[in-house]
């Protein structure tokens, strides 16, 4: 089973939208604040295609001001990535691109509509943990506590009877696909959090091991790579100054 599910997973990621002969791609270019947030995910897009890319962090508010100056911020919103000649907005739109793009977005519509779905759940669950460093101190602990509630009552038991119905090692075809990459996102987002968070999800555990072992996202989970840590005190400060909220 293993052989070939390897065997599946380089096929999937053997022509990862590779540039003619001779000719050298730029790699992309990320613009965000210095930290996690809604640009989190798209670098574990990025990562898992075993793509390169650079990054340009947004500490101020001059900084800001310039891309919307310059017309780069269609709603005034970041994330921004600069791809293949075009600036785009707009996180799900971006991590859409990016999974066509690299042939992570499944076979046929059926299989696509589904890692939308999955994804769209994940990112439910990731955008509560984001929005949580935001929160006053008097509330953080209750806040928390009720994200890992609604990990473990809401959204682990889809994915684990997903799994479970599914009988594969992905969660859409037999093949590595962009929801398999926020699953695992969304599954260490929240361990960190509490830690024991899977011990009744037997399956996810094994799906947590089988995609950190996949190599290039266990590349990305090494120290020293471009994957950013939990928001702290400095990260929510400079997202305030930024966007003066």
Do not use: C
């Not at 001001?65 to 600069?82: A, I, S």
């Not at 499944?106 to 299989?111: F, P, S």
């Not at 806040?143 to 959204?155: E, H, M, P, Q």
């Not at 509490?194 to 290039?216: G, H, M």
């Amino acid at each position: 089973m293993w052989q070939l599910t390897w065997l599946i997973l380089l096929s999937s990621l053997g022509d990862l939208g590779n540039p003619e002969p001779g000719v050298m791609a730029a790699k992309p270019k990320l613009w965000y604040f210095p930290g996690r947030g809604r640009m989190e995910s798209i670098r574990w897009l990025l990562a898992a295609a075993g793509v390169e890319f650079e990054e340009e962090f947004l500490e101020t508010r001059e900084q800001y001001e310039k891309l919307q100056k310059d017309g780069r911020l269609l709603f005034g919103q970041v994330p921004l990535v600069e791809i293949d000649g075009m600036m785009l907005t707009q996180t799900r739109a971006i991590l859409s691109y990016l999974a066509a793009k690299y042939n992570l977005y499944g076979k046929d519509l059926k299989e696509t509509v589904r890692i939308n779905m999955y994804a769209d759940g994940t990112q439910d669950l990731m955008g509560m943990i984001m929005m949580a460093a935001f929160k006053p101190p008097e509330e953080k602990e209750e806040n928390i506590a009720l994200i890992v509630t609604k990990a473990k009552t809401r959204y682990f038991p889809v994915f684990e009877k997903i799994l479970k119905d599914h009988g594969e090692d992905f969660l859409v075809g037999n093949k590595f696909s962009w929801a398999d990459v926020q699953l695992l996102e969304a599954i260490l987002m929240v361990e960190e959090l509490n830690a024991s968070v899977l011990s009744d999800f037997p399956l996810l555990k094994a799906f947590k091991t089988r995609i950190s072992n996949i190599p290039t996202i266990k590349k990305f989970l090494q120290p020293g790579s471009q994957r950013k840590p939990p928001a702290d005190s400095h990260y929510v400060d400079v997202v305030r100054h930024v966007l003066q909220f």
